[in-house]
C-alpha cells in the first residue's frame, strides 16, 4: 500500500468548504484512492474513491491531481456535524485480505 | 446503508471472564475484519477472514480469537479478560469483486471494558 500524508488537524467555520489534502506520492497505478471519518469513535464511514478522475457525490467531492500524488477532499458547505476524523487510505488490489490500513488521520473541527 | 451489527455495544465485565462480541453482516460480505481502536488512537487490524473457515491474524497481535463458521457471522472471543483488554472493538466487511474498488463496511464497535 502507497504511504499517505494528512495534517493532523483543522479548522472550518460552519457553512464554508473544507478542503480537506492529502499526499500519496508513491501511489501505483492501479491502487485506489479512499477517504472514511469517523465521528466520535463511531464506527468508520465510507465517504467516497477515485483512481484517477475527480469524483463527487452527495457527500463530497474528491480532487485526484494529475500525477496521482496528491488529493483533495471537499466538503462544500461543512455543518457542526462533519466534525470528524478523516482518513486517506490508498489500496492496491492486494493486502491482508484487502483491509483498510488506517493512519492517523486529520481531525476537522467545524465551528459554528 | 450498511447492514453490519455489532452486540453488545457496551460491555463492562471482571478480569477472568470470557466474552464474546458479536458481529453479523447481511450484505454476503465474503471478507470480514476486526480492528481495535483505544480512545483517541489509530485503529488496528487484529483479525481478518477471507470467508468460510478462513480466518487470519492482522498486523497487531491479540489475545483474542476469531471464528468463520457462517459467511454472516464473524465473533471474537476472549478466553479471559484482563484490564489490558479494555479498548473498542470495530467488526468491518467488504465484498471481493475481481478488480475494481472494494468499499468496506464497518459496524458501531463494540466498547469493552474490564475491570
Known amino acids: 500500500d502507497a504511504k499517505t500524508t494528512q495534517p493532523p488537524s483543522m479548522d472550518c467555520a460552519e457553512g464554508r468548504a473544507a478542503n480537506l489534502p492529502c499526499n500519496h506520492s508513491?501511489?501505483?497505478?492501479?491502487?485506489?484512492v479512499y477517504w472514511y471519518r469517523q465521528i466520535h469513535s463511531q464506527g468508520p464511514q465510507y465517504i467516497i474513491h477515485g483512481l484517477k478522475n475527480n469524483e463527487t457525490n452527495e457527500m463530497a467531492s474528491l480532487i485526484i491531481t494529475e500525477d496521482r500524488k496528491s488529493s483533495t477532499l471537499i466538503l462544500p458547505h461543512a455543518t457542526l456535524r462533519d466534525t470528524a476524523v478523516y482518513y486517506c487510505?490508498?489500496?492496491?488490489?492486494?493486502?491482508?485480505?484487502?483491509?483498510?490500513?488506517f493512519g492517523k488521520g486529520t481531525s476537522l473541527l467545524v465551528t459554528p | 446503508e450498511a447492514d453490519i451489527y455489532q452486540t453488545p455495544r457496551y460491555l463492562v465485565i471482571g478480569t477472568g471472564k470470557k466474552i464474546t462480541l458479536e458481529c453479523s453482516q447481511t450484505m454476503g460480505h465474503d471478507k470480514m475484519y476486526w480492528y481495535q481502536q483505544d480512545p483517541g488512537m489509530e485503529l488496528h487490524l487484529i483479525h481478518y477472514s477471507y470467508g468460510v473457515n478462513s480466518t487470519e491474524k492482522g498486523d497487531l497481535s491479540s489475545e483474542s480469537t476469531v471464528s468463520r463458521i457462517r459467511t454472516e457471522h464473524f465473533p471474537l472471543t476472549l478466553e479471559s479478560a484482563r484490564p489490558s483488554h479494555t479498548s473498542q472493538y470495530l467488526c468491518?466487511?467488504?465484498?471481493?469483486?475481481?478488480?475494481?474498488?472494494?468499499?468496506?463496511?464497518f459496524g458501531e464497535g463494540s466498547r469493552l471494558t474490564v475491570l
Open positions: 468491518a466487511s467488504s465484498e471481493y469483486p475481481s478488480g475494481g474498488p472494494r468499499t468496506v463496511f
Open positions: 508513491t501511489i501505483s497505478g492501479n491502487e485506489y
Open positions: 487510505i490508498v489500496r492496491g488490489n492486494s493486502n491482508s485480505g484487502y483491509a483498510l490500513n
